[in-house]
């Protein structure tokens, strides 16, 4: 098993071979392969971030341990890209909700919280209406004179 490094910065292609124990040329098919995308320098050179070293280490774990070959390692790195966005996506909900949730139990709390106050009242004009007194005489429905 493959252990994590924890220094930062970019290794060339011959750097990284040699810490992993591999052949260059593995480097530069599993490159070819879309299962590594490393950077490269002015001089075209590959420069391996120390996230393209924990995916290599990934790789090298199925493919040493666990025998998985190329097709495969890639549909297993597809597959786990895919549960990394719905894990962004699930995250984003639940932050969401847990918003809405605290929104609502400030308002319930403190129901006249959300109110704005007004900077000055407001005076409607009233118009003072008289009202007339009317009587009503009740009518017996079907009946005519």
């Not at 966005?85 to 969401?96: A, H």
């Amino acid at each position: 098993m493959v252990t994590k490094r924890k220094s930062k910065g970019a290794y060339m292609i011959s750097s990284v071979a040699e810490m992993y124990e591999i052949h260059p040329q593995t480097l530069r098919l599993y490159e070819r392969e879309g299962l590594l995308r490393p950077s490269r320098s002015e001089g075209n050179t590959r420069l391996y971030t120390d996230e393209d070293l924990e995916r290599l280490e990934f790789i090298l774990n199925l493919a040493r341990d666990l025998g998985v070959n190329i097709a495969g390692i890639a549909i297993v790195l597809q597959m786990r890209e895919r549960m990394e966005e719905m894990n962004r996506q699930m995250q984003g909900f639940v932050d969401y909700v847990r918003t809405e949730m605290l929104t609502r139990m400030q308002q319930q709390q403190n129901p006249g919280a959300g109110l704005v106050p007004m900077r000055r009242p407001m005076v409607m004009p009233t118009k003072i209406v008289s009202v007339k007194t009317v009587s009503v005489k009740s009518v017996k429905a079907g009946k005519k004179k």
